[in-house]
């Protein structure tokens, strides 16, 4: 089965082919960073527009190069009409949510008109299945089960997985999500959208230890999170400090340092009460390079196994929806023939494949 992926929940569009025999045989991604950033953030209805006017040419960019020799691309519309077409995927999956509710609208109503015209079945995906599923398309996939770290700029969750669909919820962030921590105290240190790996690089200059801001949530038991606490920490750490880059630095460090280790005892604990032998970590923050290496030691002195997608399949992309749709598809699973956008969406409510 060859599906294609559809991903609109936030700032990035992305389209996919992943191919059951072959996988993954074509992406392409837009960024609307640019667009976005002289706001500070992402604006809505600008994410929606920039879908719209976007997604089109990506899918027929991205059915050209899936085709290959021989194969069809994007089939023209008049020989569709007359049922001549030769229609070049066997399903279409879209994210349908949790995210912003016009930009899903986008990318699920074309999803759904697309399969209506080439009468091929059609599923909404959830954007966190999608993320968690992501490292499943490295050359060296973790077998299930396993225990997933998600921290995006929406979502901060500890997640058993086992089995595909098969998700508990173990603990989630009670506030700000990682990333969202990483962009707010970006801008607090005056660094542009999208803060996270602009701050990442601040404190590369920055000294351990200088500053030293609260592990939140580390000293009771549970495997919930915070992060707004650390924000305001930071906040009040900037108002007394002098106005150097060094100590700016020397801030971003002691924040990174402060999440990193949060994360790292919260996936340690996650590790320790399942009884899972691996871990895989995604989503945007997945990317920080400071949290890989204190969770590849982590992993390293007790024995476990830690998985990541290649950094450009930890942010938000259509490959990773692509494949999360093939293996539900692939089981039988269609939607119900409405265009689906659900904003808000628990994944623990989803079904097995
Ligand atoms: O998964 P993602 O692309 O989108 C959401 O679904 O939210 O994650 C984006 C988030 C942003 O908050 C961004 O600042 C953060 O991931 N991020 C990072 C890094 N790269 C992206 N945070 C820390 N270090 C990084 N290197
Ligand atoms: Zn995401």
Known sequence: MRVLGIETSCDETGVAVYDGR???????????????????????????????????????????????EGGAGMPDPASVRTGNAQIPVDGIAYTAGPGLAGALLVGSSVARSLGMAWGVPCLGVHHMEGHLLAPMLEAEPPPFPFVALLVSGGHSMLVDVAAPGVYEVLGESVDDAAGEAFDKTAKLLGLPYPGGPALAKLAES??????????????????????????????????????????????????????????????RRALHQTGRERLIVAGGVGANRRLRGALDAMARSSGRGVYY??????????????????????????????IEARPRWSLDTLAPV
């Open 206 to 267: 920055g000294r351990p230890d200088q500053y030293r801001f609260p592990r939140p949530m580390t000293r009771k038991p549970g495997l919930d999170m915070s992060f707004s606490g650390l924000k305001t920490a930071v906040l009040l750490a900037v108002r007394d400090a002098a106005d150097d880059e060094q100590t700016r630095a020397d801030i971003a460090r002691g924040f990174e340092d402060a999440v990193v280790e949060t994360l790292v005892i919260k996936c």
């Open 22 to 68: 072959q996988g993954l045989v074509a992406h392409r991604l837009f960024s609307q960073v640019a667009i976005h950033a002289e706001f500070g953030g992402v604006v809505p209805e600008l994410a929606s527009r920039d879908h719209v006017a976007r997604l089109m040419p990506m899918i027929a960019d991205v059915l050209d190069e899936a085709a290959g």
């Open 309 to 338: 997608p290649r950094p450009a399949f930890c942010t938000d992309n259509g490959a990773m929806i692509a494949y999360a749709g093939y293996l539900r598809l692939a089981a039988g699973e269609r939607d119900s023939g409405v």
